[in-house]
């Protein structure tokens, strides 16, 4: 698989994911992929869990200005967060990888149905 359709599959997992497409398990893996992330500082971990509603014991849905407001910081912070793991995620190069395709796969199969 080429790093940029791998990229592509990324993008398109995380708009499943902002669009609640994605189950209690996938948001689950994905939540365990975005926490094994060792470059990542847990407060960028944090943003990015909140922004695309990955916490089980949080369904509430978070804009980029109302995480601002909660962590007391700019929207542009926030993005900066959400954007940095999200390019990380986005350049795996390790077996957390073929987790996410997985996620992508299954919700394509979902859509399908």
């Known amino acids: 698989m080429l790093d940029e359709d791998y990229a592509n599959i990324v993008h398109t997992l995380l708009d ?33 869990i909140m922004f695309y509603n990955l916490d089980k014991n949080n369904n509430e849905e978070y804009t980029l200005s109302k995480l601002a407001k909660y962590n007391n910081c700019t929207s542009s912070a926030v993005k900066f967060s959400i954007t940095s793991v999200a390019s990380k995620l986005a350049n795996l190069k390790d077996d957390r990888k073929y987790i996410l395709v997985q996620i992508y796969e299954q919700c394509i199969a979902k859509q399908n149905n």
């Open 16 to 48: 499943f994911a902002k669009r609640n497409i994605l189950d209690f398990k996938q948001k689950d893996n994905l939540f365990k992929v975005v926490m094994s992330l060792k470059e990542k500082t847990q407060k960028q971990k944090e943003r990015f």
